[in-house]
């Protein structure tokens, strides 16, 4: 059976560009000895870090996600190491010949465990698969795993110019490892590797990126990942052993190789699920190779860009985009940039003078607020609502600034309380965070998310959709999931059930919502049921968050447990906000919404019947 036309492949100027650069690149490389390419590569990938901004940032995104308890100084950190091993690893690539050979001091240079266990393949006389990852220096352990005289070859894809590829194939040839093609004139994959397995040697295949092949979603670092399930189903038709291996790079010379015990197939009788059960060992003994040398694996890469057909948006990682309103992106993009560079004591000014700016232009809103914070805490209060006011033109500056703000203002903000989250989410059972617009609350839920935990916030009603939509942009940027303000409770049920801290303001009440009136001095507030119903809900925990902004620009979180005694939802919201009246008591000045306090109706509120 003849193979498949070869694809087509434009050699265009573009092209033709990057393969006489790429010629020139290696040919330069070549000529420079390993001793000082190391250096010099790991210099350039720290460059490269800096001046390649898509990909550093899908780095440290990739970094969350399979790491939501680290803080973004780690995160930077491996990012880092990873541009640097890459283009340590680039140089190496270069001199094969060198390292592999005897005047590269070969044992010296190679530490080995596991060899056993290739010896215990090849006495079977079946072969085996030989899985690894894009980690460190794979190519090398293919070529080393060669030199060592076993027979390895990596099925790999043909790439879009097939000059490179052929290049890169002649490379591989030449240290022995010859490879499969899976694409183009060598497309009979299938043929070649049941060859090599016949003549005992070793199939390489690297199983961690997303590829358009057959597959499922298996778990890989945590995460749901579309992961080619045509290893497994390999292993099974061929009747081989799977066996895993990795190499690390110990300082600049040093590598350290590793062959695994071949995994254990499941044989239930049940060959899909025998063939899934597979795909995730394998993934879990490459996350585990991840896990302990992060900076090995190459994060820039979309793993988890595919996604499963019936997954809820709110679980989709990919973000959304902005609405479609060019000219008002432009300008709040600019006011973005402009905002993030400007130092603390310009932003000091900017939200000084825009509380009070935003005090003389909604007069009749400022006038409402002072009455509310007279009619809670007596006479004489304007200057807690002017306070309020500067606060509130802060979170304005956080909003604008929030695509950029600094790692280190993260890092700084100080988390009360944190074991009550822990407990809370521990339970899987989603939690409910009851809040306030209170201090620096947007700061707030960012750190607790970019700090792994995963919120899900009641979005103001804004009536102007670009609006709206805008500032959700800003919270979905550190991992929050939007309720629409008008959802029905069955919506935030959702978001529980998926295990999310559903963050719904106090003072927040529906159109259609139930609510009570509680007394809140002279006057009373409306306090929604929609928190305590929530809870009630699979039992589920019910914690009061706010963040304080401090007087030297830092923020503080504090968790604390809602009091629990009381089963009706009215009972519990009153003794919630009895809670929280003693931290209002304590911050006066950092409650930004005291036109919410009204005078007392004569009118009862029929939720109120039961009281």
């Known amino acids: 059976m003849s193979s498949p036309p070869a694809p087509k492949h434009s050699h265009g100027f573009k092209n033709n560009i990057i393969y006489l650069g790429f010629l020139g690149i290696a040919a330069l490389g070549r000529a420079i000895p390993l001793s000082v390419g190391r250096r010099l590569g790991a210099l350039i990938g720290r460059a490269a870090w800096h001046l390649v901004r898509a990909e550093r940032r899908k780095t440290l995104h990739h970094l969350k996600i399979a790491f939501p308890e680290s803080n973004i100084a780690w995160r930077k950190q491996v990012g880092r190491e990873t541009f640097a091993n890459l283009g340590l690893g680039f140089f190496e690539y270069l001199h094969f010949g060198e390292l592999l050979s005897g005047q590269g001091r070969f044992k010296d240079i190679f530490q080995v465990e596991g060899r056993e266990h290739l010896e215990a393949a090849q006495a079977k006389g079946r072969g085996a698969i030989f899985v690894t990852g894009h980690i460190s220096a794979f190519e090398l352990l293919a070529a080393y795993t060669n030199k060592m005289g076993y027979e390895v070859h990596p099925v790999v894809r043909m790439l879009y110019d097939e000059r490179i590829d052929k290049v890169l194939n002649e490379h591989r040839r030449t240290h022995g490892y010859g490879p499969i093609a899976t694409r183009g004139q060598d497309a009979d994959a299938l043929g070649q590797i049941m060859q090599v397995l016949q003549n005992n040697g070793f199939v390489g295949i690297m199983p961690d990126q997303d590829t358009q092949v057959r597959g499922d979603f298996v778990p890989f670092l945590g995460q749901p990942a579309h992961t080619p399930t045509g290893t497994a189903f390999l292993a099974y038709a061929a009747g081989v052993d799977v066996i895993t291996a990795f190499i690390h790079r110990e300082g600049w010379d040093r590598f350290s190789v590793r062959y695994d015990a071949p995994l254990e197939k499941p044989n239930t009788g049940d060959q899909k699920q025998d063939v899934l059960a597979l795909t995730q060992m394998i993934n879990d003994r490459i996350s585990d190779q991840i896990r302990r040398y992060p900076a090995d694996w190459v994060w820039m890469h979309r793993r988890w860009k595919t996604r499963p057909a019936d997954e809820p948006p709110h679980l989709n990682p990919d973000p959304k985009p902005l609405p479609s309103a060019p000219i008002k992106a432009a300008l709040l993009t600019l006011g973005e940039k402009i905002a993030a560079r400007a130092s603390a004591k310009v932003l000091e000014f900017i939200a000084v003078w825009g509380g009070f700016a935003r005090l003389k232009s909604e007069a009749a ?78 700061l707030g839920l960012w750190t607790l998310s970019r700090r792994g935990y995963p919120i899900a916030f009641w979005e103001a009603p804004i009536k102007n959709r670009f609006n709206r939509l805008w500032m959700r942009r800003r919270f979905e940027q550190h991992g929050l999931r939007a309720v629409d303000p008008y959802a029905k409770f069955a919506a935030f049920e959702e978001m529980a059930g998926h295990g999310y801290g559903v963050y719904l303001p106090l003072e927040r009440v529906g159109e259609k919502d139930e609510f009570i009136t509680v007394a809140f001095g002279t006057g009373e507030l409306k306090v929604g049921l929609k928190a305590a119903k929530l809870a009630a809900t699979d039992d589920r925990p019910l914690l009061l968050v706010y963040t304080q902004r401090l007087e030297d620009g830092r923020a503080r979180v504090v968790i604390l447990p809602a009091p629990s005694n009381a089963t009706d939802p009215a009972d519990r919201m009153r003794q919630v906000f009895q809670a929280w009246q003693k931290i209002l008591a304590e911050h006066p000045d950092q409650w930004l919404a005291w036109e919410q306090v009204r005078p007392r109706s004569e009118e009862p509120n029929p939720a109120d019947a039961k009281a």
């Open 365 to 442: 809103l400022s006038e409402r607020r002072v009455q509310g914070a007279e009619l809670a805490l007596g006479p004489g209060h304007s200057a807690v609502v002017e306070r309020a006011a500067i606060h509130g033109a802060w979170n304005g500056v956080d909003l604008l600034r929030s695509p950029r703000l600094s790692d280190a203002i993260f890092d700084d903000v100080e988390v009360l309380g944190a074991q009550y989250l822990d407990e809370a989410y521990a339970k899987k059972t989603g939690a409910v965070l009851v809040g306030m617009d209170f201090g620096a609350w947007p």
